[in-house]
């Protein structure tokens, strides 16, 4: 059973727009929270992350919120640009599991000029 | 920082036959992982190290093995290779295993025919 998941598997968006991107989970022990984003033939790059403690992580064009009494947590990309184009994994630890990641099957965003 | 590498980027192997996926950090990060990511899915953890002689397995460890003899260097050995292990393996590291992000390597694409 998918400890993450990613319900969109693709999501376009104009360029200049905003884009969000959504993640659900289900397991409560789960107490970080991180987004990949990956090129083709590339590994996954770090993007932002944010530990349960906190609702709210920003940095420059990328805002990541986190819903705990709804296991939700969602990627906000203001203003999209092209070179955002890319899949975003959503991905989870738990405490005490050595850093382990559970990912989400990916979201394809495409920004469109 | 030449940061996480991994190699060959492609190989094709017949069922049967054996091989060792290489990965080397110089980060100086203790803890090393291992996943594969197959089409469509998000990235699964086959094993994982958090030093230099201590290995573990992950949520898809059978058909591999690990050793962890250096800091540096994590290698995967497939034994007895079959078509499910067709895949793109990717390696990360990390120097904490709680609240610290993954460094991807640019993956091995691997075909079992």
């Known amino acids: 059973d998918q400890q993450v998941k990613q319900n969109s598997p693709s999501l376009s968006v104009q360029e200049g727009r905003i884009s969000i991107l959504n993640c659900d989970y289900t397991n409560s022990m789960f107490d970080y929270f991180l987004w990949y984003k990956k090129y083709p033939a590339e590994g996954p790059t770090f993007l932002i992350s944010?530990?349960?403690?906190?609702d709210k992580n920003e940095d420059g064009r990328f805002t990541v919120f986190l819903n705990k009494s709804a296991k939700h947590l969602s990627l906000h990309i203001v203003p999209s640009q092209p070179g955002d184009s890319a899949v975003y994994f959503c991905a989870a630890s738990a405490r005490g599991s050595q850093g382990n990641l559970i990912f989400g099957k990916g979201t394809k965003l495409s920004v469109k000029p | 920082n030449a940061g996480v590498t991994q190699t060959p980027k492609f190989r094709i192997l017949k069922i049967g036959q054996s091989m060792t996926l290489q990965c080397a950090q110089d980060m100086n990060h203790n803890y090393m992982y291992w996943y594969r990511q197959d089409p469509g899915m998000g990235l699964k953890l086959i094993y994982y190290?958090?030093?230099?002689?201590?290995?573990d397995k992950g949520e898809v460890p059978n058909g591999y093995n690990v050793s962890r003899s250096t800091t540096e260097d994590f290698p995967l050995r497939l034994e007895l290779a079959a078509p499910s292990q067709t895949s793109v393996y990717f390696c990360a590291s990390t120097s904490g295993g709680g609240y610290n992000e993954q460094f991807f390597g640019p993956g091995t694409r691997l075909t079992v025919l």
């Open positions: 190290s958090v030093g230099a002689g201590i290995t």
């Open positions: 944010i530990s349960s403690i906190k």
